[in-house]
């Protein structure tokens, strides 16, 4: 042990001699990084510290002033607890990697890393995200994977830059619909978490093209916008609910045929299919089309007009008609389109009550809607 912090007084102080840009410690068996390096401005000029494999619990509150031109920080796999505030001072900061830590919570002052464009948070105990990520206008990798989170903060939708999304192995219930207005977003990972029904508008973007939504076993439709896209639903669509499952409280459920029932957001107070004899939309569905439709056109609609839920939908409807693109928000009619026999080829989806659904805003749509030809 004695030798091995010999070798990093000897690595620090070459690094300060020599103006060194790059600076490695990783599997120095370090429980604080060494003083030479947190102490004055001896390595004011270092760009990338990788401090790998180590037992840090935790960093310096003056990081950010001896070492401000950090470009990157490599901290996976230590013993660390939290991060300090003061790390959003790294206003230099492009990758921040602390996966395999002990991570309970993320300072909100990560959202003051203006530069920032990869955040790795992987296997850590984090239960909850601070809604200020969503101010990382150039994040554009975001992995949270094999963590304790029960939903994700909708102010993502800020990361405007964001390409790809790494949430999988989480305890996550559902997926904000603010997420389909992620424009740059190319991949979607979310498999082994809880998931019962995704956004409805997911897919609609161009550049969405890889999701990943596996062993989700309660999640029994896939938005048929991502019918044309790559898609892992291995492993979904698979348990067997009871009567007493499908009639808890917090589940919004549409029962399709005699035993399957398939899951809808809390918002979605009505669901319909071909066989619903109702034309009419209901009086509350046709207000929301007024007033959302007035809003487009800068009509100021204020929180204080309308509750909560429904101001929401004002500004980001439920989804839109799969036929005729006009949004939807209370009320929409279903069609199922059974993955086991679009893939029968493969018979990957044998056992599975899973489906490919397309909605619709009318009992019109609904009975004009065809689904798009696949080339292979």
Same mark, same amino acid.
């Given at each position: 042990m004695a030798a091995a912090v010999a070798d990093v007084h000897c690595i620090v102080t070459q690094a300060r001699q020599e103006r060194h840009l790059i600076l490695n410690l990783n599997y120095s068996h370090l429980s604080t990084l060494p003083p030479e390096l947190v102490q004055g401005e001896a390595l004011v000029f270092l760009e990338r510290l990788f401090v790998k494999r180590n037992v840090l619990v935790s960093l310096p509150f003056n990081i950010a002033e001896t070492l401000p031109n950090l470009v990157e920080l490599y901290l996976h796999?230590?013993?660390?607890?939290?991060?300090?505030?003061?790390?959003?001072? =790294?206003?230099? #900061? &492009?990758? #921040?990697?602390?996966?395999?830590?002990?991570?309970?919570?993320? *300072?909100?002052?990560?959202?003051?890393?203006?530069?920032?464009? *990869? =955040?790795?948070?992987?296997?850590?105990?984090?239960?909850?995200?601070?809604?200020?990520?969503?101010?990382? &206008? &150039?994040?554009? *990798?975001?992995?949270?994977?094999?963590?304790? #989170? *029960?939903? =994700?903060?909708?102010?993502? +939708?800020? +990361?405007?830059?964001?390409?790809? =999304?790494?949430?999988?192995?989480?305890?996550?219930?559902?997926?904000?619909?603010?997420?389909?207005? #992620?424009?740059r977003l190319s991949e979607l990972s979310a498999a082994r978490n809880q998931l019962t029904y995704l956004p409805a508008d997911l897919g609609c973007t161009d550049s969405l093209q890889y999701v990943y939504v596996d062993k989700n076993a309660d999640l029994r439709t896939i938005p048929v916008n991502l019918w044309l896209k790559v898609v892992g639903c291995n492993g979904c669509g698979l348990k067997r609910l009871s009567e007493e499952d499908d009639k808890t409280e917090h589940r919004n459920s549409f029962q399709y045929g005699k035993r399957t029932s398939v899951f809808f957001p809390p918002e979605i107070r009505k669901v319909r299919d071909a066989t619903d004899p109702c034309h009419v939309s209901s009086l509350l569905e046709l207000s929301l089309r007024v007033v959302h439709i007035n809003h487009r056109q800068g009509v100021v609609v204020s929180k204080k007009d309308l509750p909560p839920d429904l101001y929401g939908l004002v500004t980001l409807p439920s989804g839109h008609c799969s036929q005729c693109c006009r949004p939807f928000f209370t009320q929409m009619y279903a069609k199922f389109y059974p993955v086991r026999e679009l893939d029968a080829e493969n018979n990957l989806h044998a056992g599975s009550e899973l489906f490919f659904l397309a909605s619709c805003c009318s009992k019109t749509c609904l009975l004009s809607y065809s689904l798009p030809v696949r080339f292979i």
């Open positions: 796999s230590n013993n660390l607890v939290a991060l300090p505030d003061e790390i959003g001072n =790294l206003l230099r #900061l &492009k990758s #921040l990697d602390v996966s395999c830590n002990n991570l309970q919570v993320l *300072t909100p002052a990560v959202g003051r890393l203006q530069v920032l464009q *990869t =955040l790795h948070l992987a296997n850590n105990d984090i239960s909850e995200l601070p809604s200020e990520l969503g101010q990382l &206008k &150039k994040l554009l *990798t975001l992995d949270v994977m094999l963590n304790r #989170l *029960t939903a =994700l903060p909708r102010e993502l +939708c800020g +990361c405007e830059a964001l390409q790809c =999304l790494m949430v999988d192995r989480n305890r996550l219930l559902s997926l904000p619909r603010e997420l389909v207005l #992620l424009q």
